[in-house]
T-cell receptor, first 116, second 113 residues
Framework: GAVVSQHPSRVICKSGTSVKIECRSL??????MFWYRQFPKQSLMLMAT?????????EQGVEKDKFLINHASLTLSTLTVTSAHPEDSSFYIC????????????FGAGTRLSVL | AQSVTQPDIHITVSEGASLELRCNYS??????LFWYVQSPGQGLQLLLK??????LVQGIKGFEAEFKRSQSSFNLRKPSVHWSDAAEYFC???????????FGGGTRVLVKP
């Protein structure tokens, strides 16, 4: 099946620094990608929809200036957590639908962010 | 807006026993329904999906699910669980294929030897 690669798998950073997470569709083109956040023992909550060549669409309550999304190509979307604080510590997961084939969403392996 | 409810937070089952995970959704039109499995610290793997057609769908790893429109349910079943089935299971609904998903709260499955 299709593969979505997410990098890094784990990152530890100091409070106030910025962290970039990459999400790549390896064998299909993704004009849309989705970014989810998952707190421990909780479900996935959609943060934003990343659109290739245009601005991302953010869910209500998600700060667009804090969670910067760039979808510069048909295979890459990035999420940058700016001025990270301990409360931003979470598991971030991206997904991409393979619209050209199955229309199924494929998920990355996730990024565990720990802000000290 | 659509919503998904998974009534059971935890389920403990003996190895070899059957398993059923409940999922109820709320959506006005025909939903696109999914079951995903997540191992600790990992991403999500698709077990099966329902878009249309036969309401009993077969998935990977011996799982199946049945769409019941009258009950707004999409329950997941497996006749005989294996220790490797211990994981978190998420039911999700989308308004269209390839669109963003709304997830249920998840059900954690523990398998006893």
């Amino acid at each position: 099946g299709a593969v979505v690669s997410q990098h890094p798998s784990r990152v530890i950073c100091k409070s106030g620094t910025s962290v970039k997470i990459e999400c790549r569709s390896l064998d299909f083109q993704a004009t849309t990608m989705f970014w989810y956040r998952q707190f421990p023992k909780q479900s996935l909550m959609l943060m934003a929809t990343s659109n290739e060549g245009s601005k991302a669409t953010y869910e209500q309550g998600v700060e667009k200036d804090k969670f910067l999304i760039n979808h510069a190509s048909l295979t890459l979307s990035t999420l940058t957590v700016t001025s990270a604080h301990p409360e931003d510590s979470s598991f971030y997961i991206c997904s991409a639908p393979d619209k050209g084939a199955t229309n199924i969403q494929y998920f990355g392996a996730g990024t565990r962010l720990s802000v000290l | 807006a659509q919503s998904v409810t998974q009534p059971d937070i935890h389920i403990t089952v003996s190895e070899g026993a059957s398993l059923e995970l409940r999922c109820n959704y709320s959506y006005g039109a025909t939903p696109y329904l999914f079951w995903y499995v997540q191992s600790p610290g990992q991403g999500l793997q698709l077990l099966l999906k329902y878009f249309s057609g036969d309401t009993l769908v077969q998935g990977i790893k011996g799982f199946e699910a049945e769409f019941k429109r009258s009950q707004s349910s999409f329950n997941l079943r497996k006749p005989s669980v294996h220790w490797s089935d211990a994981a978190e299971y998420f039911c999700a609904v989308g308004v269209a294929a390839g669109n963003k998903l709304t997830f249920g709260g998840g059900t954690r499955v523990l398998v006893k030897p």
